[in-house]
Nanobody, 120 residues
Framework: QVLLVESGGGLVQAGGSLRLSCAASGPIFSINDMGWYRQAPGKQRELVASITGGGSTNYVDSVKGRFTISRDNAKSTVYLQMNSLKPEDTAVYYC??????????????WGQGTQVTVSS
């Protein structure tokens, strides 16, 4: 079973920064796309940023220029550097990874979520 373990959430004032990390472990052959989603109270989960195995990135318009997604393939880890945080960034942030297992099956995994709260 593959586990995605997130860390780095917390409480920060508007304008501050946080860095989220998500490490994958288990019977991994390779990891394709990795991404960060968020879900605020009463809202649907939305894609914040994604990164392919080759390093191509994609961002939701509301975070462009403020957030940066990156990955370390050797560590099976994806990061989200969040700068200039705004109260509307407050949400539970979830890591996602499309994992090719050692069996060569491809499975989509989610982390448990980490709370990010931005105070005004």
């Amino acid at each position: 079973q593959v586990l995605l373990v997130e860390s780095g959430g917390g409480l920060v004032q508007a304008g501050g920064s946080l860095r989220l990390s998500c490490a994958a472990s288990g019977p991994i052959f390779s990891i394709n796309d990795m991404g960060w989603y968020r879900q605020a109270p009463g809202k649907q989960r939305e894609l914040v940023a994604s990164i392919t195995g080759g390093g191509s990135t994609n961002y939701v318009d509301s975070v462009k220029g403020r957030f940066t997604i990156s990955r370390d393939n050797a560590k099976s880890t994806v990061y989200l550097q969040m700068n200039s945080l705004k109260p509307e960034d407050t949400a539970v942030y979830y890591c996602n990874a499309v994992v090719v297992l050692t069996t060569r099956a491809t499975v989509n995994y989610w982390g448990q979520g980490t709370q990010v709260t931005v105070s005004s």
